[in-house]
């Protein structure tokens, strides 16, 4: 079953409490040593753990509704209650023993906010008539307005009480901490904060049209900020939930808002196995290895790094095994065009693919970054020996050391890049607003996991490395 979790991020819920991920993350400065760091943050987490206990929040009134609504559409968990932990802020507690392969949470379709949903609502008459047909996720956006706009008379207003006022994933940074985030986490943060605009500016006329609908003018309810609110809370909530194709709208049709079920939180390590069931008619999750009685149950949302993580929830995980440090092709080309004319090879491996997901991580550089570097590393008169090495050809000693020296340098121009980054962090932590200090925290971790990651990555270049292969490139 597939499962593309894209569940709640680190921003403030209107309870007072913060979902996922509270890292307990420390702004390290550069001269700071990640083992002290570490040690540190672990103290701080263990006395911040045994001062504040975990709290079961399903007392508490919003809560309350949200059951009510979910049951009288079919839906009922006796073994999950919501519950405040010190560790990770708002998650799902249960109250017995999970097996492994036991049923965690079955949520009816009936419960499900799709886009079928808003088809069958008020709104759903507007958007069948619109020409050209709406996708799906701006179907969604424009929903979750509109129902926030309603308020009390929303009939999902037990669920839209409960998500955040505002999210920490990249679409909410400012410019100022745009600035401090890794290259390649930038530019995707930018064409994100590019998306939502294009949604509000090319659906004017639209959101128009809905003015019947509304107690006040469209242009004041439809704003780029509610617009940014809505995709970030489909971005980082929605289930992946492939539904067949609609006469009504455009594109791929795959978002499922799944209300208590997205309070569960993200762990890197936990497995589990999550779709939607045809024969229940129910979103599903199961247990892969099991769930001691009275502690959180963690689900996973892929095998992704903190880059992705950060870029699309919002957090950062730690400690996190996936987590990698990108090379940015700019960055590549600047290194190594000291050594001769690569535009013909920078052309070569961009026509081959080989310019994106270069990484080097704690066990060292990774094995595109390092295909693309032998064949750097190669003269020109070896032209026709390129396509070979991108299958995994060989390179001479020379020519390996030469790739492996590039990365040692690669690495160096990676943390002055860190550095500065922290140290500017650090500075903007000073005098900021409460939620600029949330991005900053989060961009903090992301950027101080980097250090380490590169740190640990020219250690294990200064160890032994192999020699000439036989049937290598001279």
């Known amino acids: 079953m597939d499962f593309t979790a894209r569940m709640h991020t680190k921003s403030q819920f209107p309870d007072g409490t913060m979902p996922n991920q509270d890292h307990g993350v420390e702004v390290t400065t550069a001269g700071q040593g990640g083992r002290a760091g570490r040690t540190a943050r672990r103290r701080r987490r263990k006395k911040r753990a045994s001062a504040t ?43 017995q023993t999970i097996k492994p392969d036991q049923l965690i949470v079955s949520v009816p379709e009936s419960c499900l906010l799709t886009a079928s949903t808003v088809l069958d609502s008020e709104l759903g008459r507007h958007i069948k008539r619109w020409k050209p047909h709406l996708s799906p996720l701006v179907v969604l956006c424009v929903f979750l307005v509109c129902e926030r706009h309603k308020g009390d008379a929303s009939d999902w207003s037990p669920y839209m009480d409960l998500l955040p006022r505002a999210y920490t994933c990249p679409a909410y940074f400012s410019d100022h901490v745009m600035a401090v985030l890794p ?33 006040r003018p469209a242009e004041d309810v439809l704003t780029y900020e509610a617009l940014r609110w809505a995709w970030c809370s489909v971005n980082t909530r929605s289930v992946f939930m492939k539904r067949p194709p609609n006469n009504f709208l455009s594109g791929a049709d795959h978002y499922a808002l799944a209300p208590f079920l997205d309070l569960l939180n993200h762990q890197p390590t936990v497995q589990v196995k999550a779709g939607f069931n045809d024969e229940s008619r129910c979103y599903e999750i199961r247990s892969v290895s099991g769930t001691a009685r009275h502690q959180q149950v963690f689900i996973n949302y892929g095998s992704h790094d903190n880059q992705r993580l950060l870029l699309e929830y919002g957090f950062v995980a730690t400690p996190n095994p996936h987590s990698v440090v990108y090379v940015d092709a700019d960055l590549l080309w600047d290194v190594s065009r000291r050594d001769g004319p690569l535009h013909q090879k920078i052309t070569f491996l961009r026509e081959n693919s080989f310019l994106h997901d270069l990484t080097v991580s704690s066990e060292g550089p990774g094995w595109r970054l390092m295909t693309a570097l032998r064949l750097m590393s190669l003269p020109q008169m070896f032209y026709h020996q390129w396509k070979a090495v991108l299958l995994g050809q060989a390179v001479c000693e020379e020519r390996e050391e030469w790739s492996l020296q590039t990365v040692r340098t690669l690495c160096q121009r990676l943390l002055q890049d860190t550095h500065a980054a922290l140290d500017e962090t650090s500075r903007l932590l000073t005098h900021c607003d409460p939620s600029v200090s949330e991005q900053l925290r989060a961009v903090a971790a992301l950027r101080e996991e980097e250090r380490c990651i590169v740190g640990r990555c020219l250690e294990a270049l200064d160890g032994p490395t192999s020699g000439c292969r036989r049937g290598a490139v001279s």
């Not at 930038?186 to 107690?215: D, G, M, W, Y």
């Open 53 to 95: 206990p975990t709290a079961s929040l399903s007392h508490l009134p919003q809560y309350v509704r949200l059951r009510k609504f979910l049951h009288q559409r079919g839906f009922n968990s006796t073994l999950l209650q919501p519950a405040h932990f010190p560790d990770t802020g708002r998650g799902l507690q249960t109250l």
């Open 183 to 215: 290259v390649s986490v930038r530019r995707r943060a930018l064409e994100q904060r590019a998306a939502v605009r294009h949604i509000h500016s090319s659906n004017q006329e639209f959101f128009k049209s809905l003015t019947p609908l509304l107690r």
